[in-house]
């Protein structure tokens, strides 16, 4: 925004800002608050805005500034203009521009002058940018100076007469830097407005649940519950299932439960004491009608490679059991968890209570 230009400036590390007063420039305290503060942008090489000499003018003038406020130069920078063009172009946005100027061929009946250079619509300022003295070489010095709000500056010469050469090598432009808190309130609300978006995923290496599935299995693979988790890098998964399992009769009996990582590629069988509280899975439902909880996990090693869009859908977790008997089972309450461990952090020794 062009109001904040004269005014506000760009952090300089994380304590420092430029500000301008009227076309000078100093150092304050940077302000630690949110709005529009502008950041410096660099050309990718610098360009040459304006040289008043005839012999290699660029611009609308080709003869020296004269002394007074009257004779101050007024340069056109936004858009393009003298070699700052295309790429090299200084956008409409921009509120200051970072240039250098050179005072070249100085002639000054009191021996000495100064360059003032300032935005085009304020006053003209008591300071100066560049000195120089009668008949020096080409004298440069580096000047930030703020833009009016049609992207323009004056140069001011205080005695004789001096052509002026201003390059330029960056601009600033606002940028709004939120630092805000939001409430617990705002972001449940925008959680909401896209819990049904596909382009929302969990963050890298943070758990995404999906609970409370229920499913009937039959004699072919049946997913039973699943999740998604995104991996930022190789590592290992560490993947918890749990439920309940149902059957009325002895003829409801588990072929195999498994943990699958993208697919059944990635298939974990879970057998034998994996799955808790069956010594093995074909004992539940053999005496008959039964009901009993369940908890089992795995550690899967995990690789990005495993699943090429995993920035976009995420690595799939999933549950499968499938019936070996004939009577109904049933399936209640499942619930998976991941969670994401990095390679260089290998998980041991993890304990889980079983139900």
């Not at 070489?137 to 004789?160: C, E, R, Y």
């Not at 390679?343 to 041991?348: D, I």
Request: net charge negative; charged share 15%.
């Amino acid at each position: 925004m062009k109001a904040s230009k004269k005014s506000t400036w760009a952090a300089i590390g994380a304590a420092v800002a430029v500000t301008l007063g009227a076309g000078g420039v100093s150092f304050t305290q940077a302000a630690l608050t949110s709005g529009d503060k502008p950041v410096f942008v660099a050309l990718a090489e610098p360009c040459r805005l304006v040289d008043t000499r005839p012999t290699t003018n660029i611009g609308p003038k080709n003869t020296p500034i004269s002394a007074g406020e009257t004779n101050a130069y007024e340069i056109q920078v936004t858009g393009a203009n003298g070699n700052c063009t295309g790429s090299l172009a200084i956008p409409a946005e921009a509120t200051a521009v970072a240039t250098n100027v050179a005072a070249i061929a100085p002639s000054a009946p009191s021996g000495r002058s100064f360059f003032t250079i300032y935005p085009a619509d304020v006053a003209l300022p008591t300071t100066a940018n560049l000195n120089f003295v009668d008949g020096q070489p080409p004298t440069p010095n580096k000047v930030d100076v703020g833009l009016s709000a049609d992207g323009k500056i004056k140069i001011f010469n205080n005695d004789g007469s001096a052509h002026a050469a201003v390059d330029v090598f960056g601009y600033y432009i606002d940028h709004n830097h939120d630092d805000r808190y939001y409430t617990e309130t705002e972001i449940d609300a925008a959680l909401d407005a896209k819990a049904n978006s596909a382009d929302i995923l969990p963050a890298p290496g943070v758990v995404s649940n999906t609970e409370d599935e229920s499913t009937t299995l039959s004699g072919t693979v049946a997913r039973v519950v699943s999740t998604s988790i995104r991996v930022p890098a190789d590592g290992f998964l560490v993947v918890n299932v749990s439920g309940t399992f149902s059957t009325d009769g002895a003829g409801g009996q588990l072929a195999f439960c498994r943990i699958t990582k993208g697919g059944t590629a990635g298939a974990i069988p879970i057998i034998g004491s994996d799955i808790e509280p069956y010594t093995t899975l074909s004992d539940f439902g053999a005496s008959g009608a039964q009901i009993s909880g369940f908890s089992a996990h795995r550690v899967l090693p995990v690789s990005v490679a495993d699943n090429p869009l995993f920035i976009t859908t995420g690595q799939a977790i999933g549950f499968d059991c499938q019936r070996a008997g004939s009577d109904t089972i049933s399936v209640t309450n499942a619930h998976i968890s991941a969670t994401y461990v990095p390679r260089s952090y290998a998980p041991v020794g993890f304990v889980f209570p079983t139900l």
